[in-house]
């Protein structure tokens, strides 16, 4: 696997990140902010996606930069916070001008927790408002923050057997100045595995503290919780290379290997991975290059966030439980 730099996406050039939750009903919202803008692609292959301003990002489309982009807990309801983070660079005079008015480029994506805290209370506008307000340079801690708050892992065996998920990041440094960070909320249906020696790590935990097999569960067990809609990865790639959204997207796709080696199973029915690719520029590199690396990337921040989660809610995290495999 990569190694971390820095600890963290932070480690791109042009980026601030920050975060906002309500710590009692157990939700948050997180941001990315482009100072200049970045060049994005998407890619989504869950099954039950909640996304805003994805289509703006195919490559035909007229939109070449966006000013930010958010991740939410909520479901689609949280996807309100990103018209908070669109005020906030509104008042800053970011965006795209429209001629008559400066709009900025939010594309967001969701994960569905309201199994976890209150369903009533969901990340809005002025949370969204507020995580933008905090971001900043500044590291942050991974697992229970932000949109990571409300994340939780290997409800295939049943929510009572589920494990927190949250928040993870990583970064990789080349030579020649490359980097390739990325920030991800792993809120999973299925379990995590260590992509180094395929054993998992964190998934369904059993009243004996045991890590549950959740593929052999699916397979000797009539009954499975595939209840659609209700789980979710989604994440971001950023890199400083030279690239345009042709270029992004087909990051964004090969960024979704590292997904699949560490998330068992992923892009299920009812999962709606999504994962965006940005670069704010200033290196030149191949899209293979940064493609490959952000797949490793982004298997490294899928096991920071699980192994930095802690429990809450009742639900068992790896950080401070004892719930291993047999």
């Given at each position: 696997?990569?190694?971390k ?35 994005c692609g ?16 195919d ?10 982009v ?10 309100d ?15 795209f001008d ?24 969901r ?38 057997k ?28 299925g ?22 097999d ?16 209700t ?17 992004m ?11 699949a ?16 690719a ?49």
């Open positions: 696997m990569c190694k730099t820095n600890g963290t996406i932070l480690d791109i050039p042009g980026i601030r990140v920050g975060h906002a939750e309500d710590k009692l009903k157990q939700t948050g919202c997180s941001v990315i902010i482009f100072d200049n803008g970045a060049v998407v890619d989504v292959r869950g099954a039950a996606p909640g996304t805003k301003e994805t289509e703006l990002l490559p035909v489309n007229t939109v070449q930069k966006v000013n930010a958010v991740l939410s807990g909520g479901s689609a309801f949280g996807l916070s990103a018209s908070g983070v669109m005020r906030y660079l509104e008042e800053r005079k970011k965006g429209a001629g008559v008015a400066i709009v900025p480029i939010v594309p967001a994506a969701v994960i569905f927790d309201l199994n976890f805290g209150d369903p009533a209370v990340p809005d506008a002025e949370m969204g408002y507020i995580a933008a307000q905090n971001a900043s340079t500044n590291s942050f801690p991974s697992g229970n923050i932000g949109a990571g708050v409300g994340a939780t892992i290997g409800k295939m065996g049943g929510f009572d589920a494990m927190k998920g949250g928040l993870g990041t990583a970064s990789v440094k080349l030579p020649g100045g490359l980097i390739v960070g990325a920030m991800v909320v792993v809120n999973a249906v379990e995590i595995r260590d992509p180094k020696n395929g054993k998992t790590i964190a998934g369904a935990c059993d009243e004996n503290g045991h890590i549950i959740l593929i052999s569960y699916v397979i000797e067990n009539k009954d499975n919780n595939f209840t659609q809609g789980n979710t990865t989604v994440g971001i790639i950023c890199c400083n290379a030279n690239m345009n959204k042709s270029q997207k087909k990051v964004s796709q090969m960024a979704h290997d590292g997904l080696r560490t998330i068992y199973p992923i892009h299920t029915m009812s999962d709606g991975d999504t994962i965006f940005a670069t704010t520029g200033g290196v030149d590199s191949s899209v293979n290059i940064v493609g490959i690396v952000a797949a490793e990337v982004m298997a490294t921040a899928v096991l920071d966030a699980v192994t930095s989660a802690k429990s809450g809610f009742g639900v068992k995290g790896y950080a401070d439980s004892f719930c291993r495999p047999i």
